[in-house]
C-alpha cells in the first residue's frame, strides 16, 4: 500500500508504520551509549535478563492504561509466642492487620505536536521513499528526545502522578523531615508516620569520603532489612573516584554488553556499578533491581499521521505521544547515600 494516495497522504500506513518502527527495537538502540541507568533498566544490556552477572532489572511493563494499582507493605505482621499448658485452651482472639494497601498512579504522557513546513512536503510530494526518510527523521528525533527526557526523569526527585515521572531520588527515601527527605513523605503512603516504616528506604546522610570500607558496611546494613543490592548508580565523577580505587585493588573484567553503555562499568562484592550523569555528585543509590518497574504505553507514538492545518499559511503537523510511569514497590530494599565527597 503506497504513502501516498494520488497527492495525499495515507495517515493510515504512516501511523502504523511509526508504530511498527517504535516497537522493533529502533527505540531501545537508541539508549546504548548515552543512558546508562534507562539502558540497564530496559534489559538492553542483559538481553536473556541473567547475562549481566545474574542481574535482572529488565522489569519493563507495557500498559496499555492510564493507571496502575501497586499493592503496598507498610509493615510487617507480628506474630507472638503461644505459652504451653492451659493458654492452648483459650478461645483465640482475631487480630486485623491493615499494613497492606493498594494505591493508583497514573502514567503521564510525553506529547509533541511537531509542525513541517508546507515546501518541504511540496518538495517530496508523491515520492515513497523520501517521504518514509522524512517521517522516519521527525520521528527518530522524537524517539531521542523522548528517551533523553524519560531517563532525566527516572533519576529526578519527581514524585510519580499524572504529569510527572516517578525518580530514584523520591522513591528512594525515608520520608523523614529530619533526615531532609520529608518533600518525598507521601510516596504511595505517609511515611512520616512510623506504622509505615518498612516503606521507607535505608539512608546514609553524610557518606564524606566514600571508601570500599563504607560501601561494604552500607551495603550489609541495608541487606539486612531485606532485599538484595546489586546496582550502584553513581554521578560519573563519584564513579570516577571509586572505579580508580577498585583498580588498584584488583584486575578488573569489562564485560562487552556493558561497555556499550558508553562508560566502563565495574563489579565489586555482588554489585554492579554504572556512571549516571544526571545525578548530582553528592548523591549515590544501591539499588534492588527487583523492586522497580518501568510501565510504558507506546502505542501512539504518531497518533493521526501528518495532518494540514489549517490555521496556518501552510503548514503540516504530527502528534507524537508516548505513556510511562516509573515505580518503586519496596522502597526499603533500596539506599540512598547522601553528603559525599570527592577529596
Request: some cysteine; proline content about 4%; aromatic content about 10%.
Amino acid at each position: 500500500m503506497p504513502i501516498w494516495n494520488g497527492t495525499t497522504f495515507n495517515n493510515t500506513l504512516i501511523a502504523s508504520a511509526t508504530s511498527q518502527l517504535h516497537r522493533s527495537g529502533r527505540v531501545v538502540n537508541q539508549i546504548r551509549g548515552r543512558y546508562a541507568l534507562l539502558n540497564v533498566i530496559m534489559g538492553e544490556a542483559m538481553p536473556d535478563g541473567t547475562t549481566f552477572g545474574g542481574l535482572k532489572f529488565a522489569r519493563v511493563k507495557r500498559t496499555g492504561g492510564r493507571s496502575i494499582k501497586l499493592r503496598l507493605l507498610g509493615k510487617a505482621i507480628s506474630p507472638s509466642v503461644l505459652a504451653r499448658g492451659s493458654a492452648e485452651l483459650v478461645a483465640s482472639t482475631p487480630a486485623s492487620f491493615d499494613g497492606i494497601g493498594a494505591v493508583d498512579f497514573r502514567t503521564a504522557p510525553y506529547q509533541r505536536k511537531q509542525y513541517i513546513a508546507g515546501s518541504e512536503i511540496e518538495e517530496i510530494r508523491g515520492r515513497e521513499a523520501e517521504t518514509s526518510d522524512l517521517i522516519n527523521d521527525y520521528y527518530q528525533a522524537f524517539v531521542d528526545g523522548f528517551l533523553n527526557k524519560l531517563n532525566q526523569d527516572i533519576c529526578s526527585d519527581a514524585l510519580p502522578s499524572s504529569t510527572a515521572v516517578g525518580g530514584i531520588r523520591s522513591m528512594v527515601s525515608t520520608g523523614l523531615t529530619a533526615d531532609g527527605e520529608g518533600a518525598f513523605a507521601s510516596y504511595g503512603l505517609d511515611r512520616s508516620d512510623n506504622d509505615n516504616a518498612f516503606f521507607r528506604s535505608n539512608l546514609e546522610g553524610s557518606v564524606g569520603v566514600l571508601t570500599w570500607q563504607k560501601l561494604g558496611a552500607y551495603q550489609v546494613s541495608a541487606e539486612s532489612r531485606g532485599g538484595v543490592l546489586r546496582l550502584g548508580v553513581w554521578n560519573p565523577q563519584v564513579f570516577a573516584k571509586l572505579k580508580t580505587d577498585i583498580e588498584s585493588l584488583t584486575q578488573v573484567t569489562y564485560d562487552e554488553k556493558m561497555t556499550s553503555l558508553g562508560a566502563r562499568h565495574f563489579f565489586y562484592s555482588g554489585m554492579a556499578h554504572i556512571p549516571e550523569g544526571n545525578l548530582p555528585v553528592g548523591e549515590g543509590y544501591l539499588l534492588d533491581p527487583d523492586t522497580f518497574t518501568l510501565y510504558l504505553d507506546e502505542t501512539q507514538p504518531i497518533t493521526s499521521g501528518v495532518e494540514e492545518d489549517p490555521s496556518r499559511e501552510n503548514a503540516y503537523f504530527m502528534k507524537m505521544r508516548a505513556y510511562a510511569q516509573f515505580l518503586c514497590d519496596r522502597p526499603g530494599s533500596n539506599m540512598k547515600l547522601k553528603g559525599i565527597a570527592l577529596a
